[in-house]
């Protein structure tokens, strides 16, 4: 880069559960900046979380965390062009690009579900992301598949 690396903002934890990761799951799930809107979805998925889910003892954050974390990968591929080839590289993913990636995939496969109001859609993709299901988590599976398939051109690393 020609500047110096853009310095990190803080983020401030959320108001109910005092958790810098929240805010940073709302600030993903807002649309045109209407950040009280989406803690309001985030907090009712949550409810509904909390009303379906089957171990009593976890608290729905919890089950959130929990969900977060089975859908976070650990390689990706990345494109790289040696010689005339474009070769897919297998590499391992910063902690950071893991949750971003985490929660993309969660809140853009939650959008894409069938229920009827968003909090439900996020809630069942929570769920099943919790039981090691639904989409975000087979999108992780792809991922490592990929990177599985491509591990002979890890050599050529960058």
């Known amino acids: 880069m020609r500047k110096r690396k853009a310095k990190k903002r803080p983020l401030l934890p959320d ?4 958790d810098q990761l929240v805010t940073r799951f709302v600030n993903m799930l807002m649309w045109s900046g209407k950040k009280s809107t989406a803690f309001k979805i ?7 979380v909390e009303s379906k889910k089957q171990d009593k003892e976890k ?14 990968p650990h390689v990706e591929v990345r494109s790289r062009r040696i010689g ?11 902690a950071d ?9 969660l809140i853009g496969f939650a959008r894409k579900r069938n229920e009827k109001s968003m909090a439900q859609k ?3 993709e929570i769920l099943a992301a919790e039981k090691e299901e639904g989409a975000a988590v ?3 599976a ?7 398939a491509n591990k002979a051109f890890s050599h050529f690393r960058f």
Do not use: C
């Open 15 to 18: 108001p109910k559960f005092n």
């Open 42 to 48: 985030f907090y009712d998925a949550l409810d509904i």
């Open 59 to 72: 608290s729905s954050l919890d089950v959130w965390k929990e969900g977060l974390s089975n859908v976070m």
């Open 84 to 94: 005339g080839a474009t070769f897919q590289i297998p590499m391992q993913i910063r």
């Open 97 to 105: 690009r893991k949750i971003s990636l985490a929660i993309k995939w």
């Open 122 to 124: 996020l809630a069942a």
């Open 138 to 140: 087979k999108k992780k």
């Open 142 to 148: 792809d991922t490592h598949k990929m990177a599985e």
